[in-house]
């Protein structure tokens, strides 16, 4: 089944994106189905909608003042949006998903934006690739779902260098609660701040965060970006 686009545009802090997304979140699950069906392992009906964070993810990072051009990873990169966004702020993006259409997606949409030379991973967090690192590994959205943390904050930890920082923006779900606490257990650094830069400790259940993560004191003192 040819799964149909539709091609949108976003002002994100006064940049024009455009990317294009399924048009029918409907023909998304069946194609997801027909691909669990056929023994698929990266089926998933949710990886083509705009979710609500990717846009104020992506203004973060585009208003961000950055010290230099990073080498960055997006984790569930969806249809591109933020990776995109990062594109546009100057730095090296890879895009990656566990759904080989979300990846393919992303990096057509980043060419759609001048960026022909963006890469995309395939691959899952339960065995994340042990021959790439980053500078800086983001996400968004992608807390909903408990039984993932850990293996999320392997796969964080696995692809970051030494020095690196993690941005993971979040809508307000209670879930996210749950992976602060278990980075924290682990000895992670993580700070929480809304989308206007402010720092919080007040946590608003459907307001969005970001957390900013910050690997154990095992690795070397990370660096401020």
């Not at 994106?17 to 669990?36: G, W």
């Not at 968004?140 to 943390?149: F, P, Q, R, T």
């Amino acid at each position: 089944m040819t799964l149909p686009l539709t091609k949108r545009m976003l002002n994100i802090a006064g940049q024009n994106l455009t990317f294009e997304l399924p048009s029918s979140q409907d023909q998304l699950l069946q194609i997801a189905i027909e691909s669990e069906i056929s023994g698929a392992s990266d089926s998933d009906p949710y990886w083509g909608s705009l979710w609500e964070t990717s846009p104020k993810m992506a203004a973060m990072i585009l208003q961000h003042q950055w010290p230099r051009r990073l080498k960055m990873l997006e984790l569930g990169c969806g249809i591109g949006v933020t990776g995109i966004a990062a594109l546009f702020a100057g730095h090296e993006v890879t895009f990656s998903d566990h759904a080989t259409a979300a990846v393919r997606l992303a990096v057509y949409n980043a060419g759609l934006n001048g960026f022909p030379e963006a890469t995309g991973e395939v691959f899952d967090w339960q065995q994340p690739p042990t021959s790439f690192q980053y500078d800086f590994v983001f996400g968004s959205d992608v807390l909903y779902d408990i039984a993932h943390h850990q293996s999320l904050l392997n796969t964080i930890q696995q692809m970051l260098q030494d020095d690196g920082i993690a941005w993971i923006g979040e809508a307000g779900r209670a879930n996210a609660d749950q992976f602060v606490k278990l980075a924290n257990s682990l000895d992670w650094n993580v700070q929480t701040i809304d989308e206007r830069g402010k720092r919080t400790h007040a946590v608003q259940h459907t307001q969005f965060r970001l957390y900013i993560l910050k690997p154990p004191v095992s690795k070397a003192c990370p660096t401020e970006y």
